[in-house]
């Protein structure tokens, strides 16, 4: 007990220094947050000083960050936004990033599962870490904004496919049966649900906004506990469910008043962000084994090669996604967006590490990578915005779709979010 307190206070700690630490350097150079958070956390954790223990309970408060995390994905993301030729061409891109990432992994581990476990982890883009970046820059009603939130929407939502039809211990052929039941379920709970017009529901929401009732948060906890609950118990990725649970809430809120919705989706920042979040990255970094990765030269050489596999698996076919009429430098930064991963490498590694599927070094190589990603990508893909904004000011691309591809702003992290800044 004694230690499972000294861990909560010190991850507590760790939470409010990562903020602070951002504001400090973000004169200098934009860090997301989560970066802050996980490197906070190997530094105090087993691999380095050893002041904080991983816990069952901290444990457990990290999974539900994960899902929180992906929940506030699929809240963020309006895919009526980017339908059409945004959506279409990343999810192409996107199938082309799976074959090819497993294709590297046959090559770099010979073992199937584990060459699965390699190509989800590179095909795989930061939709939490990347939006509020894209708002910060302005871009978030371009078309630069909209072929980004398909990348990251696409990028979140198929890993998770993945990793539920593969990973869940059943056989492909009836892991697609149940994946397509609970995909046919949640999908007619999320049509019936933007059909109704939801008028009792929405006062109750209203009456208790600013009271201890709080419906709409309870409504929340009970939308993302039901659906994760539904996808354990199907044999599913709990992130799925999760997932599916803030599309839902998503169409359920949507006739809301707009004074509402904003007040709600501060209070889901708080609890995600300022609480639960923020725990899932320090945790990741407590158990991430620096041990195992600098173990051998070879292990510690994969860190840079997965992180030009990032740019050549997951940014090049992001290129299919890139408005019509894209200069050379816009072509570069959606590039680096798409190429920007973290939280779903985290998910897939920390399976494929507790299944035996890769080693504890393959596990932090790829983490490792995948923190790089998050630190240099979005910043190199703004010097490109910024190069063509000085050379090019009035240069405008022709739209793809509607221009507010994102909902909501935020300065969280997930997957991964910036709260520079930034994760799911």
């Given at each position: 007990?004694?230690g499972l307190?000294?861990?909560?206070?010190?991850?507590?700690a760790?939470?409010?220094?990562?903020p602070?630490?951002?504001?400090?350097?973000d004169?200098?150079?934009?860090?997301?947050i989560v970066?802050?958070?996980?490197?906070l956390?190997i530094?105090?954790?087993?691999?380095?000083?050893?002041?904080?223990?991983?816990t069952?309970?901290?444990d457990?408060?990290?999974d539900?960050?994960?899902?929180?995390?992906?929940?506030?994905?699929?809240n963020?993301i309006?895919?009526?936004?980017?339908?059409?030729?945004?959506?279409?061409r990343?999810?192409?891109?996107?199938?082309v990033?799976l074959?090819?990432?497993?294709?590297?992994?046959?090559?770099?581990?010979?073992?199937?599962?584990?060459?699965?476990?390699?190509?989800?982890?590179l095909?795989?883009?930061?939709?939490?870490?990347?939006?509020?970046?894209?708002?910060?820059?302005?871009?978030?009603?371009?078309p630069?904004?909209?072929?980004?939130?398909?990348l990251?929407?696409?990028?979140?939502?198929?890993?998770?496919?993945a990793?539920?039809?593969?990973?869940?211990?059943?056989?492909?052929?009836?892991?697609?049966?149940?994946?397509?039941?609970?995909?046919?379920?949640?999908?007619?709970?999320?049509?019936?649900?933007?059909?109704a017009?939801h008028?009792?529901?929405?006062?109750?929401?209203?009456?208790?906004?600013?009271?201890?009732?709080?419906?709409a948060?309870?409504?929340?906890?009970?939308?993302?506990?039901?659906?994760?609950?539904?996808?354990?118990?199907?044999g599913?990725?709990?992130?799925?469910?999760?997932?599916?649970?803030?599309?839902l809430?998503?169409?359920?809120?949507?006739?809301?008043?707009?004074a509402?919705r904003?007040?709600?989706?501060?209070?889901?920042?708080a609890?995600?962000?300022?609480?639960?979040?923020?725990?899932f990255f320090?945790?990741?970094g407590?158990?991430?084994?620096?041990?195992a990765?600098?173990s051998?030269?070879?292990?510690?050489?994969?860190?840079?090669l997965?992180?030009?596999?990032?740019l050549?698996?997951?940014?090049l076919?992001?290129?299919?996604?890139?408005?019509?009429g894209?200069s050379w430098a816009?072509?570069?930064?959606?590039?680096l967006?798409?190429?920007t991963?973290l939280?779903?490498?985290?998910?897939?590694?920390?399976?494929?590490?507790?299944?035996?599927?890769i080693?504890?070094g393959?596990?932090?190589?790829l983490?490792?990578?995948?923190?790089?990603s998050?630190?240099?990508?979005?910043?190199?893909a703004?010097?490109q915005?910024?190069?063509k904004?000085?050379?090019?000011?009035?240069?405008?691309?022709?739209s793809d779709s509607s221009?507010?591809?994102?909902q909501?702003k935020?300065?969280?992290?997930?997957?991964p979010?910036?709260?520079?800044?930034?994760?799911?």
């Amino acid at each position: 007990m004694q230690g499972l307190s000294a861990s909560l206070v010190l991850i507590a700690a760790l939470a409010v220094v990562a903020p602070i630490a951002v504001g400090l350097l973000d004169p200098v150079v934009k860090v997301p947050i989560v970066v802050f958070e996980i490197v906070l956390g190997i530094l105090l954790g087993p691999s380095l000083l050893g002041w904080i223990e991983s816990t069952p309970f901290t444990d457990t408060l990290a999974d539900f960050g994960l899902a929180m995390l992906f929940f506030v994905a699929g809240n963020e993301i309006d895919f009526t936004a980017i339908r059409g030729r945004p959506i279409k061409r990343a999810s192409a891109g996107w199938v082309v990033s799976l074959a090819a990432g497993v294709g590297a992994g046959f090559v770099l581990a010979p073992a199937p599962e584990a060459a699965v476990i390699i190509g989800v982890a590179l095909c795989s883009t930061a939709l939490g870490t990347l939006l509020p970046i894209i708002r910060d820059a302005g871009e978030s009603t371009s078309p630069i904004g909209t072929a980004v939130a398909a990348l990251g929407a696409v990028g979140e939502f198929g890993p998770l496919i993945a990793i539920s039809l593969f990973f869940t211990g059943k056989q492909v052929g009836t892991a697609s049966v149940v994946l397509v039941g609970f995909v046919l379920l949640t999908g007619v709970s999320i049509f019936f649900a933007s059909k109704a017009r939801h008028t009792l529901f929405h006062a109750q929401v209203t009456r208790t906004l600013h009271t201890s009732s709080q419906f709409a948060m309870r409504s929340i906890m009970l939308v993302l506990s039901s659906l994760v609950v539904l996808s354990m118990v199907l044999g599913l990725d709990m992130l799925l469910g999760a997932f599916a649970a803030g599309v839902l809430w998503q169409v359920t809120i949507a006739r809301a008043p707009e004074a509402d919705r904003r007040v709600i989706e501060t209070k889901i920042d708080a609890v995600a962000f300022g609480f639960l979040v923020p725990i899932f990255f320090i945790d990741t970094g407590i158990d991430f084994d620096l041990g195992a990765l600098t173990s051998s030269p070879a292990t510690l050489a994969l860190v840079p090669l997965f992180l030009v596999l990032l740019l050549v698996i997951r940014g090049l076919p992001s290129l299919l996604a890139a408005p019509q009429g894209s200069s050379w430098a816009h072509k570069r930064a959606i590039l680096l967006f798409g190429a920007t991963g973290l939280p779903i490498i985290v998910a897939v590694t920390t399976i494929g590490r507790e299944q035996g599927f890769i080693t504890s070094g393959f596990s932090s190589a790829l983490v490792g990578a995948g923190m790089l990603s998050v630190l240099l990508f979005p910043l190199l893909a703004l010097l490109q915005l910024q190069h063509k904004a000085t050379t090019a000011p009035a240069a405008a691309l022709p739209s793809d779709s509607s221009p507010h591809p994102i909902q909501q702003k935020h300065d969280g992290d997930l997957p991964p979010s910036s709260a520079s800044g930034s994760g799911t």
